[in-house]
Nanobody, 124 residues
Framework: QVQLVESGGGLVQAGDSLRLSCAAS????????MGWFRQAPGKRREFVAT????????LYADSVKGRFTISRDNAKNMLFLQMNSLKPEDTAVYYC?????????????????WGQGIQVTVSS
C-alpha cells in the first residue's frame, strides 16, 4: 500500500508560481507511474500531468502544457508539480496519485492510490 501526502498549496495571484510536493511512503515508489489531478468546485476531477516511473516520459493536459512541469525524485520518494503563470481557472484541489503499472495514464480510474488533496487558489 502507498500513502501519499500533498503539500505546497495556498493562495496566490494570477501570474504567480507555486510548487506542489507529494511525499510517498513505501520502498516501491520508483515502480509507480505518478500523476496529478485537480478538481474545481462543481466540476469533475480532471487530469493535469503524469510521469513515468523513471521520470523520463511525461504527459500534460492541454490546459497546463507549457506552464506546469511534473517531476520526481525517486531517491526521496517525492513527486512535484511546478506551476508557473497561474490563472484563476487553475483554482482547484490538487491530488497526487499512483498506479502500479508502467504505462502513463490520464484517467483517474487508472490510478489506485490517492492523496488527500491540497487547495490551490489563484486570485485575479
Amino acid at each position: 500500500q502507498v500513502q501519499l501526502v500533498e503539500s505546497g498549496g495556498g493562495l496566490v495571484q494570477a501570474g504567480d508560481s507555486l510548487r506542489l510536493s507529494c511525499a510517498a511512503s513505501g520502498r516501491t515508489f520508483s515502480s509507480y507511474v505518478m500523476g496529478w489531478f485537480r478538481q474545481a468546485p462543481g466540476k469533475r476531477r480532471e487530469f493535469v500531468a503524469t510521469i513515468s516511473n523513471g521520470g523520463v516520459n511525461t504527459l500534460y493536459a492541454d490546459s497546463v502544457k507549457g506552464r506546469f512541469t511534473i517531476s520526481r525524485d525517486n531517491a526521496k520518494n517525492m513527486l512535484f508539480l511546478q506551476m508557473n503563470s497561474l490563472k484563476p481557472e487553475d483554482t482547484a484541489v490538487y491530488y497526487c496519485a499512483s498506479r502500479s503499472a508502467y504505462a502513463l495514464a490520464t484517467t483517474s480510474g487508472d490510478y489506485v492510490y490517492w492523496g488527500q488533496g491540497i487547495q490551490v487558489t489563484v486570485s485575479s
